[in-house]
Protein backbone atom coordinates (compact mmCIF):
# COMPACT_ATOMS: atom_id res chain seq x y z
CA UNK A 1 0.00 0.00 0.00
CA UNK A 2 1.05 3.57 -0.63
CA UNK A 3 3.16 4.80 -2.37
CA UNK A 4 6.70 3.61 -4.41
CA UNK A 5 9.58 5.80 -5.19
CA UNK A 6 12.62 5.84 -6.76
CA UNK A 7 15.58 8.21 -6.74
CA UNK A 8 17.65 9.63 -9.90
CA UNK A 9 20.68 10.54 -8.99
CA UNK A 10 23.65 10.52 -11.98
CA UNK A 11 27.54 10.25 -12.05
CA UNK A 12 27.84 13.84 -12.46
CA UNK A 13 25.87 17.10 -13.50
CA UNK A 14 24.65 17.21 -17.01
CA UNK A 15 24.77 13.47 -17.34
CA UNK A 16 21.32 13.52 -18.49
CA UNK A 17 19.33 12.93 -15.03
CA UNK A 18 16.11 15.19 -15.88
CA UNK A 19 15.96 13.29 -19.81
CA UNK A 20 15.93 10.02 -18.13
CA UNK A 21 13.40 10.86 -15.74
CA UNK A 22 10.92 12.31 -18.12
CA UNK A 23 11.44 8.82 -20.02
CA UNK A 24 10.89 6.99 -17.15
CA UNK A 25 7.82 8.88 -16.08
CA UNK A 26 6.74 8.90 -19.25
CA UNK A 27 6.61 5.13 -19.39
CA UNK A 28 5.39 4.42 -16.17
CA UNK A 29 2.18 6.56 -17.35
CA UNK A 30 2.20 5.17 -20.67
CA UNK A 31 1.98 1.32 -19.45
CA UNK A 32 -1.12 2.76 -16.86
CA UNK A 33 0.79 3.44 -13.78
CA UNK A 34 0.10 6.64 -11.82
CA UNK A 35 3.34 7.86 -11.59
CA UNK A 36 4.52 11.37 -10.66
CA UNK A 37 7.65 13.60 -10.49
CA UNK A 38 9.45 15.54 -7.42
CA UNK A 39 12.58 17.30 -7.35
CA UNK A 40 13.88 18.83 -4.13
CA UNK A 41 16.01 21.17 -5.33
CA UNK A 42 16.76 23.25 -8.78
CA UNK A 43 19.43 25.71 -9.74
CA UNK A 44 19.52 27.42 -12.61
CA UNK A 45 15.68 28.36 -13.35
CA UNK A 46 14.81 30.88 -16.00
CA UNK A 47 13.51 34.20 -14.60
CA UNK A 48 10.57 34.94 -16.85
CA UNK A 49 9.34 38.07 -17.94
CA UNK A 50 6.71 38.40 -14.72
CA UNK A 51 9.15 37.37 -12.42
CA UNK A 52 8.64 33.98 -11.44
CA UNK A 53 11.18 31.17 -11.81
CA UNK A 54 10.50 28.94 -14.25
CA UNK A 55 12.31 25.24 -13.11
CA UNK A 56 13.73 23.93 -16.35
CA UNK A 57 13.94 20.38 -15.71
CA UNK A 58 10.38 20.05 -14.22
CA UNK A 59 9.19 21.81 -17.13
CA UNK A 60 11.03 19.29 -19.01
CA UNK A 61 9.59 16.26 -17.57
CA UNK A 62 6.31 17.70 -17.09
CA UNK A 63 6.05 18.13 -21.26
CA UNK A 64 7.81 14.57 -21.66
CA UNK A 65 5.42 13.10 -19.31
CA UNK A 66 2.35 14.92 -19.98
CA UNK A 67 1.53 15.40 -16.43
CA UNK A 68 -1.12 17.76 -15.39
CA UNK A 69 0.88 19.89 -12.91
CA UNK A 70 2.53 23.27 -12.74
CA UNK A 71 6.66 22.99 -13.45
CA UNK A 72 6.73 24.92 -10.34
CA UNK A 73 4.68 22.53 -8.08
CA UNK A 74 7.63 19.57 -8.95
CA UNK A 75 10.17 21.15 -6.80
CA UNK A 76 10.44 22.60 -3.05
CA UNK A 77 13.28 25.00 -3.35
CA UNK A 78 13.45 26.51 -6.93
CA UNK A 79 17.30 28.97 -7.47
CA UNK A 80 17.65 31.19 -10.27
CA UNK A 81 21.37 30.91 -9.85
CA UNK A 82 22.86 28.12 -11.88
CA UNK A 83 25.74 27.02 -8.68
CA UNK A 84 25.45 24.05 -6.08
CA UNK A 85 21.81 24.19 -4.37
CA UNK A 86 24.11 25.13 -1.03
CA UNK A 87 25.63 28.23 -2.49
CA UNK A 88 22.58 29.43 -4.05
CA UNK A 89 20.22 29.09 -0.73
CA UNK A 90 23.22 30.60 1.19
CA UNK A 91 23.45 33.78 -1.25
CA UNK A 92 19.42 34.52 -1.03
CA UNK A 93 19.69 33.60 3.25
CA UNK A 94 17.76 30.29 2.75
CA UNK A 95 18.52 26.80 4.11
CA UNK A 96 17.50 23.58 2.43
CA UNK A 97 16.24 21.02 5.05
CA UNK A 98 16.04 17.56 4.58
CA UNK A 99 12.33 17.79 7.12
CA UNK A 100 10.61 20.09 4.95
CA UNK A 101 11.39 18.42 1.95
CA UNK A 102 10.58 15.13 3.22
CA UNK A 103 6.81 17.04 3.84
CA UNK A 104 6.88 17.80 0.45
CA UNK A 105 7.84 14.62 -0.41
CA UNK A 106 5.03 12.97 1.73
CA UNK A 107 2.29 15.58 -0.09
CA UNK A 108 3.21 14.71 -3.53
CA UNK A 109 3.51 10.78 -2.27
CA UNK A 110 -0.69 10.84 -1.76
CA UNK A 111 -1.28 12.11 -5.25
CA UNK A 112 0.66 9.09 -7.14
CA UNK A 113 1.17 5.31 -6.54
CA UNK A 114 4.95 6.10 -8.23
CA UNK A 115 6.95 8.65 -7.63
CA UNK A 116 10.17 9.20 -9.76
CA UNK A 117 12.62 11.52 -7.43
CA UNK A 118 15.30 13.38 -9.45
CA UNK A 119 18.30 15.09 -7.47
CA UNK A 120 20.77 17.35 -8.16
CA UNK A 121 24.48 17.73 -9.56
CA UNK A 122 26.21 14.21 -8.23
CA UNK A 123 25.65 11.63 -5.53
CA UNK A 124 27.83 13.77 -3.01
CA UNK A 125 25.81 17.16 -3.97
CA UNK A 126 25.25 19.36 -0.86
CA UNK A 127 21.94 20.65 -0.39
CA UNK A 128 23.60 22.78 2.66
CA UNK A 129 26.95 23.88 4.49
CA UNK A 130 25.39 27.10 6.60
CA UNK A 131 23.87 25.52 9.33
CA UNK A 132 24.37 21.73 9.07
CA UNK A 133 26.65 19.34 6.73
CA UNK A 134 23.72 17.82 4.52
CA UNK A 135 25.15 16.26 1.28
CA UNK A 136 22.86 14.26 -1.52
CA UNK A 137 22.81 11.08 0.48
CA UNK A 138 21.36 12.48 3.62
CA UNK A 139 18.37 13.34 1.78
CA UNK A 140 17.69 10.32 -0.12
CA UNK A 141 17.82 8.33 3.49
CA UNK A 142 15.70 10.48 4.46
CA UNK A 143 13.06 9.70 1.69
CA UNK A 144 13.52 6.64 1.90
CA UNK A 145 14.23 5.55 -1.56
CA UNK A 146 16.32 3.42 -3.81
CA UNK A 147 19.07 5.32 -5.96
CA UNK A 148 18.85 4.61 -10.11
CA UNK A 149 21.93 5.62 -10.99
CA UNK A 150 22.25 7.63 -14.68
CA UNK A 151 25.82 7.73 -16.69
CA UNK A 152 26.93 8.55 -19.40
CA UNK A 153 27.59 5.33 -22.35
CA UNK A 154 30.98 7.01 -23.43
CA UNK A 155 34.47 7.72 -22.17
CA UNK A 156 35.01 7.66 -18.44
CA UNK A 157 31.85 5.44 -17.62
CA UNK A 158 34.12 3.00 -16.41
CA UNK A 159 35.58 5.38 -13.36
CA UNK A 160 32.77 7.20 -13.01
CA UNK A 161 30.42 5.07 -12.75
CA UNK A 162 32.96 2.41 -9.69
CA UNK A 163 33.39 5.76 -7.91
CA UNK A 164 29.64 6.77 -7.72
CA UNK A 165 28.60 3.54 -6.73
CA UNK A 166 31.05 2.64 -4.41
CA UNK A 167 30.38 5.80 -2.52
CA UNK A 168 26.48 5.31 -2.60
CA UNK A 169 27.24 1.86 -0.68
CA UNK A 170 29.68 3.36 1.55
CA UNK A 171 26.83 5.75 2.47
CA UNK A 172 23.62 3.19 3.29
CA UNK A 173 22.60 3.66 -0.06
CA UNK A 174 20.94 0.65 -2.40
CA UNK A 175 21.39 0.45 -6.29
CA UNK A 176 19.06 -1.27 -8.03
CA UNK A 177 20.15 -0.69 -11.62
CA UNK A 178 22.53 1.70 -13.85
CA UNK A 179 20.92 3.55 -16.87
CA UNK A 180 23.07 4.37 -19.65
CA UNK A 181 22.64 7.93 -21.59
CA UNK A 182 24.17 9.09 -24.97
CA UNK A 183 24.99 4.56 -25.85
CA UNK A 184 25.87 3.45 -29.27
CA UNK A 185 24.64 0.04 -29.66
CA UNK A 186 27.16 -0.03 -32.43
CA UNK A 187 30.56 1.46 -30.61
CA UNK A 188 32.89 -1.57 -29.05
CA UNK A 189 33.61 1.32 -26.43
CA UNK A 190 30.27 1.58 -25.37
CA UNK A 191 29.42 -2.12 -25.60
CA UNK A 192 32.52 -2.92 -23.41
CA UNK A 193 31.56 -0.44 -20.53
CA UNK A 194 28.53 -1.51 -20.15
CA UNK A 195 30.00 -5.09 -19.70
CA UNK A 196 32.36 -4.00 -17.43
CA UNK A 197 30.48 -1.45 -15.56
CA UNK A 198 27.68 -4.60 -14.67
CA UNK A 199 31.55 -6.75 -13.91
CA UNK A 200 33.07 -4.07 -11.44
CA UNK A 201 29.64 -2.95 -9.88
CA UNK A 202 27.74 -6.02 -9.72
CA UNK A 203 24.91 -3.71 -10.96
CA UNK A 204 23.34 -4.64 -13.75
CA UNK A 205 22.58 -2.03 -16.65
CA UNK A 206 18.75 -2.03 -16.72
CA UNK A 207 18.72 0.08 -19.71
CA UNK A 208 20.21 1.96 -22.50
CA UNK A 209 19.21 5.46 -24.12
CA UNK A 210 20.63 6.32 -27.04
CA UNK A 211 20.94 10.37 -28.09
CA UNK A 212 17.81 11.92 -28.37
CA UNK A 213 15.62 8.60 -27.80
CA UNK A 214 12.00 9.24 -27.20
CA UNK A 215 11.07 6.33 -25.52
CA UNK A 216 13.11 3.85 -22.68
CA UNK A 217 13.06 0.35 -23.30
CA UNK A 218 12.30 -1.06 -20.12
CA UNK A 219 9.06 -3.85 -19.28
CA UNK A 220 6.46 -2.44 -17.09
CA UNK A 221 7.18 -5.65 -14.90
CA UNK A 222 11.04 -4.58 -14.25
CA UNK A 223 9.73 -0.80 -14.10
CA UNK A 224 7.55 -1.65 -10.99
CA UNK A 225 10.71 -3.56 -9.19
CA UNK A 226 12.90 -0.53 -9.59
CA UNK A 227 10.26 1.21 -7.08
CA UNK A 228 10.38 0.88 -3.34
CA UNK A 229 7.79 1.03 -1.09
CA UNK A 230 7.44 4.01 1.38
CA UNK A 231 7.70 2.94 5.09
CA UNK A 232 4.30 3.25 7.08
Known sequence: MGCKSIFITATGTDVGKTYISGLLVKKMREVGLNCGYYKPALSGAIRQSDGTLLPGDCDYVVKTAGLDVLPLDCVTYCFEEAVSPHLAAERLGINIEKNVIKTEFEKRCKNYDYLVVEGAGGITCPFNMATEQLLLPEVIKELGTDVLLV?????????SVLLTAEYAKSRGLNIPGIILNNYDKTDFMHLD????????????VIATVAKNDKNIDITKENLIKLFTPKEG
Open 151 to 159: ADGGLGTIN
Open 193 to 204: NKKQVEVLTGIN
